[in-house]
């Protein structure tokens, strides 16, 4: 059963996130003049675009002065709000201070996931670090990448669906931004709702804390895809195109699926920029005789077409995928290549994962709760994406931070589901 969120708790959650919070602001505070890195540059630039009232385009990029799709624009809007408001002299303090924020909101938002699933102190701080200091989330506050704001978003949504009544529906419109930052997870309420029904109708002997009905379910799925409806409306208002998530999912299906990738090589299973590949044109110069949707058109088709001719290669390209999510990351550091902090991502990484295997294998949940219907179709939601594309671990990264939330609650636990000793604080709270 889910502890209440007194204002007591609150107030305990919030000094134990602030005091975790510190050790990673002094870390990206140290190398304030590192970053941004690929992505973080278009962030930065479209962010900037937003803030100085130019819209959602790309000044820096193949069609200046052009609207863009070619992302969802939830962290770009958030970084020209920081621009907008904090005007700092260096560009690069804004986004790391815009990074900052997202990461106290996951921070905090884990903290409260670990004391409404556990009622422990220890768990919540224990929680707390591991976030705070998880080197994938430093080193992308540093590059301006998007994921300390996937991260805050699924840590608070989670937070407020798991605390339940009104908060329910609140924590819903709060995930429903999630796509709006990493479109992979619009399938997230499908598998909710698989998981849902299975459990529902399929093992009867469990005990389900889901009090929602059908309808509600239903309403709460319609919520969810509220903020990508009106963004696939800009973008049909903008491109003519219908619908249109993002124009660079034909970039991200040919990335995958061409012969470099799909061959045996250094560059198996993993994902490069279509204009590497022999015989294709850079964006600038296909930029000179066509529009942003017309080369995701393109991309996509040979995308599609290169799958339709070599489906046998299909299996072993998805284990390839799979592996390359198991093995240390080349896009988890400044550089993208230095070993030094490839390394401690990929032991934090490996060993949250292990734990959480080795706990649900050693006790495996007895009861179906909201936070374990989130996690499991999250861990759904990314199994889909990494098949499909590949084990990048940028899109790891949300699943990630509700393992943490898991192994911290159960591995300071008894079988009762609190700590020995604790119970009379978590009364207290």
């Not at 491109?239 to 660079?248: N, Q």
């Not at 022999?278 to 600038?284: A, K, L, N, V």
């Not at 994406?385 to 590949?390: A, E, M, R």
């Not at 911290?408 to 009379?424: V, W």
Request: glycine content about 8%; charged content about 15%.
């Amino acid at each position: 059963m889910n502890r209440q969120l007194t204002r007591p708790a609150l107030r305990n959650a919030a000094l134990i996130s602030l005091i975790a919070f510190l050790p990673s602001a002094i870390v990206v505070w140290v190398a304030n003049q590192r970053g941004p890195l690929d992505d973080g540059w278009w962030y930065l630039d479209v962010g900037h675009a937003l803030a100085t009232g130019m819209g959602y385009q790309y000044p820096q990029g193949a069609w200046p002065g052009k609207p863009t799709a070619w992302r969802p624009p939830l962290w770009a809007f958030i970084e020209s709000i920081f621009f907008r408001f904090l005007p700092l002299q260096n560009a690069l303090s804004n986004i790391h201070v815009a990074g900052l924020a997202m990461h106290g909101v996951t921070i905090l938002g884990t903290v409260l996931l670990v004391w409404m699933l556990s009622g422990s102190r220890r768990a919540m701080i224990c929680a707390g670090l591991i976030v705070s200091l998880w080197p994938s989330a430093i080193t992308a506050i540093i590059g301006g990448d998007s994921e300390p704001c996937a991260g805050a978003i699924i840590a608070a949504g989670t937070a407020l669906v798991v605390s339940g009544g009104r908060r329910f529906w609140y924590g819903t419109l709060v995930l429903s931004l999630l796509p709006m930052v990493r479109s992979n997870f619009l399938i997230l309420p499908f598998w909710i709702a698989f998981l849902w029904f299975v459990l529902r109708f399929r093992s009867p002997g469990l005990t389900l804390e889901v009090s929602q009905r059908t309808s509600g379910l239903l309403l709460a799925g319609m919520l969810f895809y509220i903020p990508m409806s009106a963004w696939v409306v800009r973008n049909y208002v903008t491109t003519g195109i219908f619908p249109l998530v993002a124009s660079e999912q034909g970039a991200a299906i040919y990335g995958d699926w061409n012969a470099v990738t799909t061959t045996p090589g250094p560059a198996f299973g993993d994902w490069i920029y279509p204009e590497w590949l022999p015989g294709e044109s850079s964006r600038i110069e296909k930029a000179r005789t066509m529009p942003e949707v017309e080369m995701d058109r393109i991309y996509r088709r040979k995308g599609l077409q290169f799958l339709e001719n070599h489906w046998r290669r299909i299996p072993v390209v998805m284990v390839a995928h799979v592996v390359r999510a198991i093995l240390p990351q080349k896009s988890a550091s400044p550089g993208r290549l230095n070993w030094k902090y490839r390394i401690p991502d990929w032991l934090f990484r490996i060993g949250i994962y292990a734990t959480a295997i080795f706990l649900i294998i050693r006790k495996p949940p007895s009861s179906v709760s909201w936070y374990g219907l989130i996690l499991s179709a999250g861990a759904l939601s990314v199994m889909t994406t990494v098949l499909l594309f590949h084990g990048e671990q940028r899109f790891l990264y949300p699943l990630t931070v509700l393992l943490v939330v898991f192994v911290c609650s159960r591995f300071t636990t008894d079988a009762s589901g609190e700590m020995p000793g604790h119970r009379r604080q978590a009364e207290r709270w």
